[in-house]
């Protein structure tokens, strides 16, 4: 198993940046890809980024292409979703999540292991 445990959300105006990390322990962390998923009040999860095991390859939805980065460091056992030019339709609650599987899944059910959660605000 892994742990996963996110930290760095907030409140942030418009236009400001956030940086998400995601902190794992257990298993080794470089046999997970990952994934970084958000769901706002009264709405579905949704996919946002996947980054591979060794962080080579990287996956958007198309609302944050450009805007959102994700990365890993396998050291530090931690992935990162760095935010910029924030819209308030990015207000959600922030979560990652860990998969065995080698495609880059934009499917929750594909994800075994997540984290809490962290809630990112933005207002307009």
């Known amino acids: 198993q892994v742990q996963l445990v996110e930290s760095g959300g907030g409140l942030v105006q418009a236009g400001g940046s956030l940086r998400l990390s995601c902190a794992a322990s257990?298993?080794?962390?470089?046999?997970?890809?990952m994934g970084w998923f958000r769901q706002a009040p009264g709405k579905e999860r949704e996919f946002v980024a996947h980054i591979s095991r060794s962080g080579i390859s990287t996956y958007y939805t198309d609302s944050v292409k450009g805007r959102f980065t994700i990365s890993r460091d396998n050291a530090k056992n931690t992935v990162y979703l760095q935010m910029n030019s924030l819209k308030f339709e990015d207000t959600a609650v922030y979560s990652c999540?860990?998969?065995?599987?080698?495609?880059?899944?934009?499917?929750?059910?594909?994800?075994?292991?997540w984290g809490q959660g962290t809630q990112v605000t933005v207002s307009s």
């Open positions: 257990g298993r080794p962390f470089s046999s997970y890809a």
């Open positions: 999540a860990a998969t065995r599987s080698v495609l880059a899944s934009t499917n929750a059910q594909d994800y075994a292991y």
